[in-house]
């Protein structure tokens, strides 16, 4: 579910648009955030020392869903006759501000994180100084998460396994708790 404004979001658009117009059977997968990718220490999200930085106030709600979950989706979906020609919107077990995910990992490891926010109208600046696409792509992605996506968890067609990789797995998964 990357479509968007920005060049990433416009390929994305375009392949799905290619990919329906083409004739042949397709599934596409447009998966919510991945936990797996967005928190982690390289996008800011250390939690082996507990210091998160947050984009935009930290309010918004995600589908978070893991990479495996996503993965085992395609497979089951690739089985499914009823998600032939589907578009799926694929979201986690359940949908979590920012704020409940960084408490989620303060109960699993025990202890306070120390959470540092990112304003909106930093976000915007950073995509108004962008000077090419990758940078556009990026700072686009970072006001699209600090944006949310509010859709609730979504439901799969008959067959097609559903995430179940909760929050909390994934923090322990991490933390080794």
């Known amino acids: 579910g990357i479509a968007g404004d920005f060049p990433m979001g416009h390929a994305k658009v375009e392949s799905e648009r290619a990919l329906r117009e083409s004739g042949i059977p397709y599934t596409i997968l447009q998966s919510a955030v991945f936990m797996d990718s967005w928190l982690a220490p390289e996008m800011g999200f250390d939690y082996a ?10 309010s ?4 978070w869903v893991h990479s495996t979950d996503v993965a085992r989706v395609a497979v089951s979906a690739a ?15 359940a949908s979590l501000t920012m704020v409940e995910v960084v408490r989620t990992f303060e109960e699993v490891a025990g202890r306070p ?4 926010f990112v304003p909106r ?3 915007d600046g950073q995509r108004a100084g962008a000077t090419n ?6 700072a686009a992605l970072g006001q699209r998460f600090a944006e949310g996506d509010p859709a609730d968890v979504q439901p799969l067609p008959a067959g097609v396994d559903a995430p179940t990789i909760t929050m909390a797995d994934f923090a322990r998964q991490l ?3």
Do not use: M
């Open 175 to 177: 933390l080794g708790a």
């Open 121 to 123: 109208e930093a976000l």
């Open 133 to 138: 696409p990758w940078e556009e792509t990026f």
């Open 79 to 93: 089985r499914s006759d009823a998600a032939a020609n589907q578009v799926l919107h694929v979201t986690g077990p």
């Open 60 to 63: 918004t709600r995600q589908g």
């Open 49 to 58: 020392s507990g210091n998160v930085t947050v984009l935009g106030d930290g």
């Open 113 to 116: 994180f120390e959470a540092s």
